[in-house]
């Protein structure tokens, strides 16, 4: 009982170091990303503003989910600090992700708009592009809260055999 003890503390140890790297590594991950929701429209646009410095960073990241997604009716587009459009997509799944090169300093906009009068729900990001590093903390933390959950897997199938040996 002993064994099956300590692999029980150690598992659940696990999940909580897990459980908190995650949501730090979530943290470090987007921090410098700007995040804005709302319903967007033929009448009404979703505008997300970011402020980028090109001297740290050559290149910008954006995504868009839309609930409710119907082909066609959406685009997006990033304007630079002088209000021209650097890049413009037509949305034609429910989520995306594009790159962007930043060559000023000053303010972004994500814009997104559309051509139904129904009213979804939209989720949009802008920023920088998360390097390597960061996105590494992410994946050791998933990865330390699947061992701790196979660990409390393993000491529920070895309790419930040891049960039935003293049975």
């Given at each position: 009982?002993?064994?099956s003890?300590?692999?029980l503390i150690s598992s659940?140890a696990?999940?909580?170091?897990?459980l908190?790297?995650?949501?730090?590594?979530?943290?470090?991950?987007?921090?410098g990303?700007n995040?804005g929701d709302?319903?967007?429209?033929?009448?009404?646009?979703?505008?997300?503003?970011v402020?980028f410095?090109s001297q740290?960073?050559?290149?910008?990241?954006?995504?868009?989910q839309?609930?409710?997604?119907?082909?066609?009716?959406?685009?997006?587009?990033?304007?630079d600090?002088f209000?021209s459009?650097?890049?413009a997509?037509?949305?034609n799944?429910?989520?995306?992700e594009k790159e962007?090169?930043v060559?000023?300093?000053?303010?972004?906009?994500?814009?997104?708009?559309?051509?139904?009068?129904?009213?979804?729900m939209v989720?949009?990001a802008i920023?920088l592009?998360?390097?390597?590093?960061?996105?590494?903390?992410?994946?050791v933390?998933?990865?330390?809260?699947?061992?701790g959950?196979i660990g409390?897997v393993?000491v529920?199938?070895?309790?419930?055999k040891n049960?039935?040996k003293?049975?």
């Amino acid at each position: 009982m002993q064994k099956s003890g300590i692999m029980l503390i150690s598992s659940a140890a696990l999940i909580a170091v897990g459980l908190l790297l995650l949501v730090l590594g979530n943290q470090i991950i987007l921090e410098g990303i700007n995040q804005g929701d709302g319903k967007v429209s033929s009448s009404q646009t979703l505008t997300i503003p970011v402020d980028f410095d090109s001297q740290e960073t050559e290149i910008g990241i954006f995504a868009v989910q839309i609930m409710e997604f119907k082909d066609n009716t959406f685009s997006a587009k990033v304007l630079d600090p002088f209000d021209s459009e650097i890049i413009a997509q037509i949305i034609n799944e429910e989520t995306i992700e594009k790159e962007f090169d930043v060559l000023e300093t000053g303010t972004y906009k994500l814009i997104i708009e559309s051509t139904s009068n129904e009213e979804p729900m939209v989720f949009a990001a802008i920023g920088l592009l998360p390097d390597t590093n960061k996105q590494l903390l992410g994946f050791v933390s998933l990865v330390i809260l699947v061992i701790g959950m196979i660990g409390l897997v393993v000491v529920g199938i070895c309790g419930v055999k040891n049960r039935r040996k003293s049975i």
